[in-house]
Structures are given as C-alpha cells and as structure tokens.
C-alpha cells in the first residue's frame, strides 16, 4: 500500500526520534514538527504548537496525526498550561479545521500514577484502562486534559483518537519499576501503527506496554486495536533487581504506579 502520510510532532524528542526511526517502517511518510530544530531534517516544521498558522500547514493533508509534543516531565503550571493544555487544544482545532484526520495522543501513566501499584504476583488483578484516574503531577494532570480534550472532539466533532498511556519508552528499562511499565520502542511503533489503522475507534484509551512478565496494567484495549506487542522487560531483571533491590512498599515512589513522579517528580529543564 501506498506509505501513508502522518505528522509527527515532538520529533527531536526522545520518543520522537526512536520512532523517527522505526516508523518508516511501517510504511509511514513523516512530516516533523517540534520547537526545537530535529537534526538531519530541514523540512520539519520547527513551531510552537501554540503557533496555529504553522498547525495548519503541518496538518493539511495527513491521514493521521502522532501527538508527541509537549513538556515531557513536571513544571509548573503556566508551563504546562501553554504547553500541554493550549498547545494541545490549538492542535486539535487545526485538526478540526482540516477535516479530521485521526489522533494518536501520547498520554502517560501518571494520569493514574497515585494508583497504588497492583501486586499481580499475590492474586491482584491487572489496573483496567477504566481505572479512576489519579494523577500525581500537574504534568499528569495535562494528560487527563489530553483525554477529555479527545473525548470531546469525538462527541462533539467526530474526530478519532487513540489516548496511549505510555509506561516508559526508552530503548532499555533502567529501574525496576520500569520493568513493569516498559513498552520497548519497536513495541511503540506497533502500537502507535495499530492506533493509527485500526477501524472505528471514536475515543479509545490504551495502556502502551510491551507484553511484561511483570506487568502491572491490562493490554486489553490495545490488543483490539490489532497490537501484538513482541517484547518483555523479563531479560533485564535479574540484572536490575541485583543492583537496586526488589521495590519497597513503605516508600511512596515504589509504592505507586507513577514512581518517583508522586513525591520527586523530575523537572523540565527548560
Ligand atoms: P521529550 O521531552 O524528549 O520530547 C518532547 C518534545 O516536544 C521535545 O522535542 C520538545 O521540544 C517538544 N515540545 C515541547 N513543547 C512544545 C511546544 N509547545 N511546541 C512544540 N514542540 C514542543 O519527551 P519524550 O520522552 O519524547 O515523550 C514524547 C511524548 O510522549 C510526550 O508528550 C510525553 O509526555 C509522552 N510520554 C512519554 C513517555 C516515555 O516513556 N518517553 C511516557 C509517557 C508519556
Ligand atoms: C512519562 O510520562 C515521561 O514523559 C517519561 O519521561 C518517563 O518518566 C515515563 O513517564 C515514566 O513514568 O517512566
């Protein structure tokens, strides 16, 4: 089939540029979008997502849109507003405006990150994608913000998304909380693929994971978009719980789903 067309914004972010890498892959064409200038890529549109002129540009014509951009970690609320909120909601407008191609979001696990961590080893059942949410940052908060934005272009203008509440992607887990919430990045283009292709989904929220052995979250919504998630963090345990101990439930960053984010979140640095 002929590649078809997405923009990807965030693109000289982390995420963005594993998936730089693999979407292609996939048979995607990338047209890139982030503030800050992507390396090796004079075409991508370098803008504010705040910036609705540029929006409409990078949007006309796409079948589908990889929503990456944003503030990544906790700040403060005025950031974060601009950012996540405004820059998201200007997004979903220039969207609105072209016709609806459908949105894949990236949502986080610190939407729900107060959820005490389940202990699936002793019977516990996996954390439903209908969990409360409970955010820990206001960075998480922005997140619940993204999916209710979502929500509302579907009821009230028919455009689709996928809310993918990504665990941590990153090329390898690096603690043992990761183990649990790891979705490794070939995983990621899976699923953003899935999220992209699969029929009729209005506002579909997923968890975005590779297929863990110690998994804390259910796959469930994923899976009936199509994903068949290949990977699982098993092989780095015994490495990982040799180095830093099995997690320890009297402290609160190892106690819940959101890690160090419930009481040391890191900073946006910039
Ligand atoms: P990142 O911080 O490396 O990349 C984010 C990119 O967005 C940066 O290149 C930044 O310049 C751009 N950006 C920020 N504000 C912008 C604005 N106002 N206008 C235009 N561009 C802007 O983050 P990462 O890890 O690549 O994450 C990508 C997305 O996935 C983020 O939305 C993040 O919240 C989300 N996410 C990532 C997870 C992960 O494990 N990497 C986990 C959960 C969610
Ligand atoms: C996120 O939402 C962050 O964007 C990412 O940098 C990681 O910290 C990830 O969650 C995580 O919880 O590991």
Request: glycine letters at 10%.
């Amino acid at each position: 089939p002929a590649p078809r067309t997405i923009l990807l914004t965030g693109a000289a972010g982390g995420l963005g540029t594993l998936m730089r890498g693999l979407l292609p892959q996939h048979g995607y064409d990338l047209r890139l979008f982030d503030v800050r200038p992507v390396p090796d890529a004079p075409d991508a549109i370098v803008a504010d997502l705040n910036d609705t002129a540029a929006l409409r540009e990078a949007v006309h014509g796409v079948d589908g849109v990889l929503h990456l951009a944003g503030i990544s970690l906790e700040s403060t609320f005025d950031k974060i507003l601009e950012s996540n909120i405004r820059g998201t909601q200007r997004l979903y407008e220039a969207v609105r405006e072209a016709g609806g191609p459908r949105v894949v979001f990236a949502s986080s696990n610190h939407t729900i990150g107060y959820t005490p961590r389940p202990h699936v080893e002793d019977g516990a059942p996996l954390v439903p994608v209908d969990t409360p949410r409970r955010p820990d940052t206001f960075y998480g908060l922005s997140k619940c913000f993204g999916e209710d934005l979502a929500q509302y272009y579907w009821d009230e203008h028919g455009i689709e998304t996928v809310s993918v509440r990504i665990g941590s992607c990153f090329p390898e887990p690096t603690d043992v909380r990761m183990l649990s919430l790891w979705m490794s990045p070939a995983d990621g283009a899976r699923l953003f693929d899935a999220a992209l292709t699969a029929e009729h989904v209005g506002h579909t929220v997923v968890h975005g994971s590779s297929a863990n052995t110690r998994a804390w979250w259910d796959l469930t919504t994923a899976r009936a978009l199509g994903y068949a998630p290949q990977d699982d963090s098993e092989p780095y345990a015994a490495k990982l719980l040799a180095a830093q101990g099995p997690l320890d439930d009297t402290l609160p960053a190892h106690h819940h789903i959101g890690g160090r984010f419930v009481d040391d979140p890191p900073i946006w640095p910039h």
